[in-house]
Nanobody
């Protein structure tokens, strides 16, 4: 059974940086597109960044383009999200997700494409 475990959340001031990591166990990372979603209480979960199975294509929500970078290491079964120049509106619970298949990243922009989810990690950006 595939499991995803996130780490790296925390509190940061506006303009600062955080790096989230997600480790996959029970499977092979290169069988999955990987994504980071985020969710505020009372709101729907929204896609933040996606990388396809081999890392050659990626997708970013408009709200994070130019500030966030998603990377993956298939040999280590890990995916990361580097978040720079953070804003208070980035405050949310961030979830790592794995979606099976080998399509380009823009195929995987909705939650329904994903079979496995991590437990989430809180990111709080203070103004």
């Amino acid at each position: 059974q595939v499991q995803l475990v996130e780490s790296g959340g925390g509190l940061v001031q506006a303009g600062g940086s955080l790096r989230l990591s997600c480790a996959l166990s029970g499977g092979h990372l290169n069988d999955y597109a990987m994504a980071w979603f985020r969710q505020d209480p009372g709101k729907e979960r929204e896609v933040t960044a996606v990388v396809n199975w081999n890392g050659l294509t990626s997708y970013y929500a408009d709200s994070v383009k130019g500030r966030f970078t998603i990377t993956r290491d298939n040999a280590e079964n890990t995916v990361s999200l580097e978040m720079n120049n953070q804003k208070p509106e980035d405050t949310a619970i961030y979830f790592c997700a794995a979606g099976p298949g080998y399509r380009s990243a823009d195929y995987y922009t909705t939650a329904g494409r994903y079979d496995y989810w991590g437990q989430g990690t809180q990111v709080t950006v203070s103004s």
